[in-house]
């Protein structure tokens, strides 16, 4: 083993190739595929740092982890992992962890290998040993920021199917034998999406007019003008229900922007009545949305508020 220097130091993460299908077997383990931010965090005794994917100095963002690493017993380590922000459900929320006035109030890291343990490099060993060491060596506290990301159990279509029905992201595959390739990404970790997402805009939304928004009518820019795709009500927060308001707050128009509505007839429907409770907007503001599938018609299943789009995010 490397010895490393009780200094900062950044590993540059391994990387997951993307994959429409997960292999299967018992050289294979399975992980929730997380929508947060990938983070390391470094321990050199008293002294620890977080890195965000890129190396950039996260220690000031989120002191809460900063705390809660120093506090654990291992001395001279470095965890790989993601961090993620929950909701009042207990739902990963990207748009919360986004929020930069101030730091989330339920946050969780969870860590998913042991890169250094006692201020040496275990890059080359197994990822089975990795994880056995971090699992016996690493105590994290039950409950604690600082938690163990769970192995999921049973084969990939299981897993799949199970993270499926809870309309979560996806799942992350990962060979028992795996070294760890810092910066690269050689296969040998396959992540596998449930759910696709796309930029949409908003059309206009549900809810008490300049106070509260609890729907948003989305849509794609086509030829003939903007097409209705859906109306999103799942994946907000408190938090992200502010911030769409504020986005939409002067986009206020008289008329309905979208070209094929009304729509009287199937689950999607915005028929003429539910039409006189729509606040309109202008169709300015661009918003991510997941969703499981695009339906014959044009429509959106299982779709769910993920992001609201600045500027410099738009993607092209």
């Known amino acids: 083993m490397q010895h490393v220097p009780r200094a900062r130091r950044f590993i540059p993460p391994m990387e997951c190739r993307p994959v429409t299908k997960l292999p299967d077997g018992e050289e294979w383990q399975y992980e929730l595929k997380l929508d947060g931010y990938r983070l390391q965090a470094v321990k050199n005794r008293g002294e620890v740092h977080l890195f965000s994917r890129n190396g950039n100095d996260f220690d000031a963002r989120f002191p809460s982890v900063v705390e809660a690493i120093r506090a654990l017993r291992a001395k001279e380590i470095v965890l790989d992992g993601e961090l993620v922000a929950l909701d009042e ?52 506290p039950t409950g604690g920021i600082v938690q163990s990301l769970p192995v999921l159990q049973g084969s990939a279509l299981q897993v799949i199917s199970a993270v499926e029905s809870f309309g979560l992201e996806g799942v992350v595959a990962k060979r028992l034998d795996s070294i760890y390739m810092p910066g690269e990404e050689p296969g040998t970790w396959l992540k596998h999406r449930t759910q696709q997402s796309a930029d949409f805009w908003i059309g206009g939304y549900l809810g008490s007019e300049g106070k509260r928004v609890d729907e948003i009518l989305v849509g ?44 009287k007839k199937g689950p999607h429907r915005m028929d003429a009545e539910k039409m006189r409770k729509v606040h309109w907007v202008k169709p300015r503001a661009l918003v991510e949305i997941a969703f499981n599938e695009i339906t014959s018609s044009g429509h959106l299943r299982h779709s769910r508020f993920v992001r609201l789009r600045e500027h410099q995010d738009i993607r092209r």
């Open 89 to 140: 459900e207990g739902r990963h929320s990207f748009a919360l962890l986004q929020k930069r006035s101030r730091e989330p109030a339920r946050l969780q890291f969870y860590v998913f290998d042991l890169l250094v343990y006692d201020g040496r490099e275990i890059l080359r060993r197994p990822l089975r040993e990795r994880r056995q060491l971090m699992e016996a060596k690493v105590r994290m």
């Open 220 to 263: 794609k820019r086509e030829k003939e003008g903007l097409q209705f795709v859906e109306s999103v009500r799942n994946g907000f927060v408190p938090a992200t229900r502010a911030s769409v308001l504020d986005a939409l707050r002067h986009l206020a128009e008289i008329d309905c922007p979208f070209v094929n509505l009304p729509e």
